[in-house]
């Protein structure tokens, strides 16, 4: 009725970016049903790795997680399937992920740039042209404790098969120097030429 509740200040937002990092993304009746599912098959894959049962394991997670981070959600991502499992290892022995979607995984680089125990890395478009913008850039290392055990790869437009693999080479190299108990590999295929987003 007499407009009162109007006048209270609101100091920051309900919109905009501060819980989701994009337009895109929306949330539907199942979202949140379909994006829990998704978790929960790659708390599955890690579980059936700490059991011994299996030395590989590969989970189909969809919708992906990879833009999801601690403070957002964005990119078609609600939940961070790979943060999740890599949490759920990381009392069983020190983890490392490669992202290799065409786009930068910026929720999981924001979940562990802090941390140690978990290296992470990512091949993908050069973020100077391509989603998200923000994130991806090879000078984000870490920080604090974590220095060091980020490292992304951003990669020009129109990048042969033989940069891609020498890419994969600089991360193998720095893998052996983090010796993992785990990896953890983000499987985007957007990276192929014809793919409509990538």
Not at 87 to 96: N, T
Not at 106 to 131: L, M, W
Not at 145 to 160: E, K, V
Request: proline share 6%; with cysteine.
């Amino acid at each position: 009725g007499d407009g009162a509740h109007l006048s209270k200040r609101v100091d920051r937002p309900l919109w905009g970016g501060q819980w989701c990092a994009d337009a895109v993304t929306p949330i539907m009746k199942k979202t949140y049903e379909v994006a829990r599912a998704s978790v929960e098959t790659a708390l599955t894959g890690a579980e059936l790795l700490i059991q011994g049962k299996e030395k590989t394991v590969y989970t189909l997670c969809r919708p992906s997680g990879h833009h999801a981070g601690p403070r957002v959600f964005g990119g078609y991502c609600y939940f961070n399937n790979v943060a999740t499992a890599a949490e759920f290892l990381m009392p069983h022995g020190h983890v490392a992920i490669l992202d290799i979607d065409y786009h930068h995984g910026n929720g999981t680089q924001e979940f562990f740039q802090k941390h140690r125990e978990i290296f992470t890395a990512s091949i993908h478009a050069d973020p100077s042209f391509e989603y998200p913008y923000f994130w991806g850039y090879a000078e984000e290392t870490g920080t604090g404790q974590g220095m060091g055990s980020n490292l992304n790869i951003p990669l020009p437009r129109d990048t042969s098969p033989e940069e891609y693999l020498a890419a994969v080479e600089r991360f193998c190299a720095r893998l052996e120097e983090f010796q993992p108990a785990f990896l953890i590999i983000a499987a985007g295929f957007d990276t192929h030429i014809d793919d409509p987003i990538g």
